[in-house]
């Protein structure tokens, strides 16, 4: 199994590093070929209206979208951001590969990121504990698409849509490796 990793900016080695940890061929992905022969995409956390720019000026934004109607392809943060249908007012570039409305920046500013533990019920006990740096939350889904986790005062964090995935937090800032072990369950067409 190879899994990509999107590398134009962000948290990719992060994510690189949870993969090798689970014996996964990560990916960096900078160019359309390098799409190639992947079984799955991860898009990082970072600044998605940097991530979009990048992704624009090395031709990325078609063949992103081609892989992700057909690939497992995991957002978190910046990513789902990026994977999301509708971001609401904002004009950046985005995939729009998912049912999702999302709110940007949706707690505040950087002094507003946080920490706290997430009950997940597919990845089962003990609790998440999930990383929010100026994170988006989810604001409205489609039929489709199922919610795998919220905060306390309901608003969703974590959404899979058949073979795409998304969470509002950084899974790669932690050394639990159960999401990414659940996507790569996705990527194996287990899960
Ligand atoms: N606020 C960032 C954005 O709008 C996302 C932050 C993150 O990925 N940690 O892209």
């Known amino acids: 199994m190879k899994i990509g990793v999107l590398a134009l900016q962000g948290a990719f080695i992060e994510h690189n590093k949870m993969l090798a940890n689970l014996g996964v061929t ?3 992905v900078r160019l359309p070929h390098q799409l190639a022969e992947l079984d799955g995409l991860i898009i990082p956390g970072g600044e998605s209206t940097t991530i979009g720019k990048l992704a624009s000026a090395y031709g990325l934004i078609k063949p992103l979208r081609q892989f992700a109607a057909a690939k497992p392809t995991w957002g978190t943060c910046a990513g789902m951001i ?5 971001i609401g007012i904002e004009q950046q570039p985005i995939l729009g590969s998912m049912d999702i409305t999302v709110d940007r920046n949706a707690f505040g500013r950087q002094i507003h990121s946080f920490e ?7 990845i089962g006990d003990p ?6 740096i100026r994170a988006p939350v989810v604001t409205a889904v489609e039929a489709s698409v199922n919610v ?3 905060l306390d005062d309901g608003r969703i964090v974590a959404v899979r849509q058949r073979h795409l995935l998304a969470t509002a937090f950084h899974p790669e800032l932690t050394d639990d490796l159960r999401l990414h072990g659940y996507f790569c369950g996705i990527v194996n067409g287990i899960l």
């Open 148 to 150: 795998l986790a919220c």
């Open 82 to 86: 990026f994977l999301a249908k509708d």
């Open 116 to 122: 706290t533990d997430l009950a997940i019920a597919e």
């Open 26 to 28: 990560a990916v960096e």
């Open 127 to 132: 609790p998440f504990h999930a990383v929010f």
